[in-house]
């Protein structure tokens, strides 16, 4: 199946809306808010949410299937001048697996983006310590742990597990 990749848009409100509710029910403890805080967003959040991906230091990615839905999502930031973060991964169970190719196509923009756009350093996220599959694609993806943990937000008796992947020679 082919697939392309669109950058998310202040226009794409809705449809990042209803992919970010399938992500929390999906996988609820990768994301840190619950179902009940996101069905509570009035549409001004998610337009905000929207706006701030195409803002500067900012990025969202869509994987869009040949039907024109969205299938997963990755958003990037700079939380500093030299480290780009990636937060918000997600793709349809549908559509996951080394096979099909979707999330290493959306993660290789992301790396894009940080590289040239952002001209970070390095690229690092937050993975809870429980996310088994997640923990193996950003493995296969080149990404290390760092050794830095935090608590995990939602449950502080649980970790989320740093990883990097650095972006320079």
């Known amino acids: 199946m082919d697939y392309t990749l669109h950058r998310v848009r202040a226009e794409d409100w809705p449809a990042y809306r ?6 929390i029910r999906d996988t609820p403890l990768a994301y840190l808010e619950t179902l009940d805080d996101a069905l509570g967003h009035p549409d001004s959040e998610w337009q905000f949410r929207t ?11 869509a994987a869009v ?8 999502v990755m958003n990037g930031f700079l ?3 030299d480290t780009a973060k990636l937060v918000g991964v997600w793709l349809h169970p549908d559509h996951r697996g080394p096979a099909g190719g979707v999330a290493a196509l959306m993660l290789e923009e992301i790396v894009r983006w940080a590289r040239e756009e952002a001209a970070a ?16 694609f ?26 990097a992947l650095p972006l320079r020679d």
């Open 51 to 61: 706006k701030r991906a195409e803002g500067p230091g900012n990025i969202g990615v």
């Open 138 to 163: 950003y493995r296969r993806s080149g990404f290390v742990a760092t050794g830095h943990e935090e608590p995990y937000p939602l449950d502080e008796s649980q970790r989320e597990l740093e990883m």
């Open 65 to 72: 299937d040949p039907e024109g839905s969205w299938v997963g």
């Open 79 to 81: 939380p500093s001048p």
């Open 121 to 136: 350093e390095r690229l690092v996220l937050l993975v809870h310590e429980e996310n088994r599959r997640a923990l193996a």
């Open 18 to 23: 209803a992919i970010r509710l399938a992500m």
